[in-house]
């Protein structure tokens, strides 16, 4: 349960969320996969694989080494891709894709939070090219994301600059709470991966949402709340219960949200390899 209104004589607090399966039912990154490939990003063979990838990744997450393959691959897969376009590219397609996968008790939440005078603050491994445009239309009101070293072209160079994942994660909530001043002991964290456990355990009132079974398990162990969520709904069906206008992001990190094949590529390949081998 929610605390009520923050006592504003107290320090500032904030909720601090995950994004993939906790916010949004899918994977951001790999749901722009097909808007990618039609503006010529990727190929067809790398949109088939993230199809797959989703699959995996709704099935059971990703693991640590998942996730450094995919850190790895990163560059490699999105170096050139000019930035502008790949804004574009999100921009158009944001409310057809991300809109209809929100769900309903996130969004609740983020009211509620926001209601009770707390910032609300997306921390997603995904860049901030797709990150940044959801969490404008949550309302939160800061992003942490992955980000990339744009070149003098306006392209990626492939060089990744800051990567939001794991302990990295609970350094920039760190770095917000002592910039922002918001009391951490007071403070909420949502995910559903055992890789956020670092994030959860930075704040006093960590919550276990569609947790993996690792993650279950660390929640069950240390009685942390195991929520639910499995309502998406489309924000502008319940727009009267998000009255809260939407402040402006200050985001932490500005990187590629636009590594929608990374993902499917990596798991992709490792299995191959792992059924060759």
């Known amino acids: 349960m929610l605390r009520g209104v923050e006592n504003h004589s107290l320090p500032r607090t904030a909720a601090f969320f995950d994004l993939d399966k906790t916010v949004i039912a899918k994977s951001s990154t790999l749901t722009f996969s097909k808007s990618f490939y039609q503006g010529g990003l990727i190929n067809r063979r790398a949109v088939l694989r993230t199809a797959y990838a989703q699959f995996v990744f709704l099935a059971g997450g990703a693991d640590h080494d998942q996730m450094e393959r995919m850190r790895k691959y990163l560059s490699a ?103 922002e001043g918001y009391d951490l ?19 006093g009132h960590p919550h276990a949402v569609n947790p993996d079974r690792a993650l279950r398990r660390e929640a069950v162990a240390r009685e942390w709340p195991i929520l639910d969520f499995h309502r998406p709904v489309r924000l502008k069906q319940r727009l009267p219960a998000l009255s809260v206008p939407p402040r402006p992001a200050l985001v932490a990190a500005a990187a590629i949200g636009a590594a929608a094949a990374t993902a499917g590529l990596v798991w992709y390949t490792s299995r191959r390899r792992a059924t060759v081998a």
């Open 77 to 179: 897969l999105c170096r050139g891709w000019n930035v502008q376009q790949v804004k574009e590219i999100v921009a158009e397609t944001l409310h057809d894709l991300i809109d209809p996968i929100i769900y309903d008790e996130a969004a609740t939440l983020i009211e509620q939070h926001h209601t009770a005078g707390r910032d609300v603050v997306i921390v997603s491994t995904s860049g901030a090219e797709v990150v940044e445009p959801i969490g404008e239309l949550l309302g939160a009101d800061r992003v942490v994301a992955t980000r990339m070293v744009v070149g003098d072209d306006g392209c990626f160079t492939g060089d990744v600059e800051y990567y939001a994942y794991g302990p990295t994660k609970a350094e920039a909530i760190r770095e917000l709470a002592e910039s």
């Open 185 to 203: 002991a007071r403070c909420y964290a949502y995910s559903d991966s055992v890789t956020d456990l670092p994030m959860l355990d930075s704040v």
